[in-house]
């Protein structure tokens, strides 16, 4: 059998996925009641960064403590991937020292072309495409505290970026209804998309910021510039200020809707304080996850 590899939650099935989840809380549970196994015992993760995380670095490097791994931090200026040395180079010499490599980068194809070069399991820790680990968390979130995410309603509102690319893969095999409401011009990939509906999504893609709450069991948003768009910021404010989550657009949803936030957050931008710090935000606990999440992604490739 082949070596399994975590691009893109598209690559996965359903069961595949769900298996996933249910795994994630599992680990959660056991960590909780001191129950938690070594499972990965004497196994080295490498952590590439080409973007700082403060999430993704503690939730992996804790994730291989916790299961008794071991971690490798390296920067671009340990490798120089893509110009100092090839990307497939890179691929198979980390393949002689390693047993997993965890990529946070820019390019999706370098990403792509580690996992296919590599012969150990290669994880997309945030390429400019996809988020997949982020939005495993979400979705465990989403059913920690509601039990299911089934025939749920999950509206995003900002950029059609990373974060709503996997998304809109994880609509593609679990069954809720995903609204993307970003003003013209910000639309998710078209081809995700229609990918996304051929596998049986319920994908809507909105410029109305006002429909897309109505009545939904999720509220979900990102910052609205990303790193290595600092350049148009500004612009981007003007056209996203009314897809900022606030008290309005919260009071358009279900009386027990949860707010989401993968973060860090632009307080006042994106989120408003009153809605991060309130009774339906949930973010601190979907920052939690990653980690449980992280884990079984981390135990279904290594164990």
């Known amino acids: 059998m082949g070596k399994k590899d975590f691009l893109s939650i598209a690559d996965l099935d359903r069961p595949g996925l769900e298996r996933l989840l249910r795994r994630g809380l599992e680990m959660k549970k056991a960590r909780k009641e001191g129950r ?68 946070r980068t820019f390019d999706h194809k370098i990403a792509v072309d580690l996992a296919r070069h590599a012969p150990i399991p290669v994880i997309n820790g945030l390429t400019d495409l996809l988020h997949p680990c982020q939005i495993l968390a979400d979705i465990l979130t989403v059913i920690e505290h509601r039990g299911n995410i089934e025939n749920r309603i999950v509206s995003f509102f900002g950029d059609g970026n990373n974060v709503a690319h996997s998304w809109i893969n994880a609509a593609g095999l679990l069954p809720f209804a995903l609204r993307i409401a970003v003003p013209e011009g910000f639309e998710p990939s078209a081809e995700i998309v229609d990918a996304a509906r051929k596998r049986g999504g319920k994908i809507e893609v909105l410029h109305d910021p006002r429909a897309a709450a109505k009545d939904a069991d999720v509220l979900y948003t990102d910052v609205w510039a990303s790193m290595g768009q600092e350049a148009e910021k500004e612009r981007r404010a003007r056209l996203m200020a009314p897809f900022q989550i606030n ?22 931008e994106e989120i408003t304080d009153e809605v991060i710090d309130g009774p339906h935000s949930v973010v601190f606990d979907e920052a939690e996850n990653r980690l449980h999440a992280q884990k079984a992604v981390l135990e279904w490739l290594l164990a």
């Open 36 to 103: 938690e196994k070594r499972t990965l015992e004497g196994k080295i993760l490498g952590l590439i960064f080409h973007k700082p995380s403060l999430r993704t670095r503690v939730s992996f490097e804790a994730g291989m403590m916790h299961l008794g791994g071991h971690t490798i931090y390296l920067t671009d200026k340990e490798i120089g991937i893509g110009s100092r040395e090839a990307v497939g180079d890179v691929g198979e010499v980390l393949g002689r020292y390693l047993d997993a490599v965890m990529i």
């Open 247 to 268: 008290q309005e657009l919260l009071r358009l949803a279900k009386k027990d809707a949860l707010v989401l936030h993968c973060l860090p957050a632009h307080r006042g």
